[in-house]
């Protein structure tokens, strides 16, 4: 309703953000609300209940926006039309950081006519080790605090005898704060509305009128006006004594032309900080028997490239899961060793059908980066591919990645974010991904050919597909010809 009396039309665009974090309180559910507002079947007469009088909604257009489907009401969201917008990809970043963040965070320093360039290989520096998230948020902080530094280095270089205060400035600052002393101390006087309205001498008793005057008088008397009250009388200070408005805008201070400052790769640590991601691959030499590549999406928009490791013990058969693990990946664990249990014998991990495989050894499961959680259904191939590494003593090649949930029968289920985890691939140097079938259509037509340059897609259905370009080319591959493949 408020919006409606604001924008004086009645079929304005509503924003309503952040849908997702709507929660029932004390003054009543929200989405009940909304599935009414929201519902084009019945909206048309929608009932105010604060304003008790019915709304005609039915032309009114909705734009709701969420991070997260999960916690929006399956009959609220059924009501919308959803519409997925994916994080962008460095190249768009690098382009909105040199045509719009950079220009506007260098005029906001007061830097527009100096020469301080951020060169495009430190923007791309920025993009891969110090903002990875799907928006530019961060970047725009990171590239404000560049030209404020850049701002303060040169000022502290210079000194104040380049750049002295102006006078113009000085002088306003010195005639407002005298001027707002004077208003303090300047109280105008004021009287008693008592001791005004009370006479120095005794009430005169009005005169009787004769009765030849009030027989030949039609008209009424004409009436006095009122005495004007206290509140009237009073001066107003706002009238005597404009208010003075002592802040003003200060142009940027001229920059000699002499300054001269680049920020390069080699600089760029001086201004931001030391790197907040490392490097993008933990291990840059083949990794041991039981690790295995895998691409996640974290929560923050992004995607990352996540090793999972796996080794067994002495102990009774139990699984054991670190990282920071959700309840979706610990079920794709047990769903990978169970089905790595059931093909022992095929795999050529037992020697016989019936031989009792792990019931006297633990298997224990990481996945490193343990501060982050880690959730979602896209780390089944990963895990399985990580235990039948460990079982075979076969190491997996560290330039392959995969994705993609698994069933307990052996089928790759598709899976989300592959723009983002591609992405995370490309920057890690990762030469072949395994995705699911069912996602060929999604990566050809909504992953920009620039990220998937020099990435070689394969497309698994089955588990077996998935083993067979895992461990291509290494002799386990000899004996699961006849009994696996």
């Keep these: 309703m408020l919006a409606l009396k604001r924008v004086g039309t009645e079929n304005p665009l509503v924003l309503i ?15 009940s609300a909304l599935l009414e507002m929201l519902d084009p079947e019945q909206n048309n007469s929608f009932l105010d209940h604060y304003m008790d009088v019915p709304v005609d909604l039915s032309r009114v257009l909705f734009v709701c926006t969420a991070n997260n489907l999960d916690t929006i009401p399956a009959p609220l969201l059924d009501r919308m039309e959803v519409l997925e917008v994916s994080g962008y990809v460095s190249e768009e970043k690098a382009v909105i950081a040199e045509r719009y963040l950079a220009p506007h965070a260098r005029e906001a320093s007061g830097l527009s006519s100096a020469d301080v360039i951020l060169e495009r290989e430190a923007v791309d520096i920025l993009i891969k080790y110090y903002c990875r ?11 404000d605090k560049i030209y404020r530094k850049a701002a303060l280095k040169v000022v502290q270089e210079l000194g104040e005898e380049t750049f002295p205060e102006p006078q113009a400035a000085a ?3 010195e005639a407002a704060s ?17 001791a005004e309205s009370e006479p120095t001498q005794g009430p005169t008793p009005p005169p009787t009128p004769s009765a030849s005057t009030a027989s030949s008088t039609s008209e009424p008397a004409p009436t006095t006006p009122p005495p004007a009250s206290p509140a009237d009388t009073t001066p107003n200070p706002d009238e005597t004594h404009p208010k003075t408005v002592t802040t003003r805008e200060r142009k940027p201070l001229p920059i000699p032309e002499s300054v001269h400052i680049r920020i390069t790769p080699d600089t760029l640590k001086d201004y931001v900080g030391p790197p907040v991601y490392q490097k993008d691959r933990m291990y840059a030499r083949p990794p041991p028997a039981g690790v295995s590549t895998g ?34 990946i610990r079920e794709s664990a047990q769903i990978g060793l169970s089905w790595v249990k059931s093909h022992a014998f095929e795999l050529g991990i037992t020697t016989s059908a019936n031989d009792q495989f792990l019931n006297e050894r633990d298997v224990h499961v990481h996945m ?24 075979t003593k076969t190491r997996i090649n560290p330039d392959i990645a995969m994705t993609g949930e698994i069933s307990l ?8 974010g592959l723009k983002e985890k591609i992405l995370a691939a490309h920057r890690a140097g990762i030469t072949t991904i395994i995705a699911p079938a069912a996602n060929r259509a999604d990566i050809e037509e909504n992953v920009p050919e620039s990220v998937k340059t020099g990435i070689r897609f394969v497309y698994v259905e089955t588990v077996k597909e998935v083993l067979e370009e895992v461990f291509r080319d290494e002799p386990v591959m000899e004996r699961w010809k006849d009994t696996l493949l």
Excluded at 17 to 31: L, S
Excluded at 178 to 194: H, I
Excluded at 368 to 383: C, D, R, V, W, Y
């Design 17 to 31: 953000d952040e849908v997702d974090k709507i929660g029932r309180g004390i003054n009543g559910d929200p989405a």
């Design 133 to 143: 998230e799907s928006g530019v948020r961060n970047l725009k902080k990171h590239i």
């Design 171 to 173: 002088a306003q600052a």
């Design 178 to 194: 005298s001027q707002s002393t004077e208003l303090a101390s300047d109280k105008p006087e004021t009287t008693s509305p008592a």
């Design 295 to 328: 691409l996640g999406y974290l929560g923050n928009g992004s995607g990352a490239v996540m090793p999972v490791e796996a080794m067994s013990m002495p102990g009774k058969g139990g699984l054991q899961l670190t990282g920071k693990l959700g309840e979706v």
């Design 368 to 391: 490193p980066e343990g501060s982050i959680g880690k959730e979602g259904p896209s780390a089944g191939t990963a895990i399985l591919s990580a235990f039948v590494s460990l079982f």
């Design 409 to 416: 029968v052996g089928q790759v289920l598709p899976v989300g």
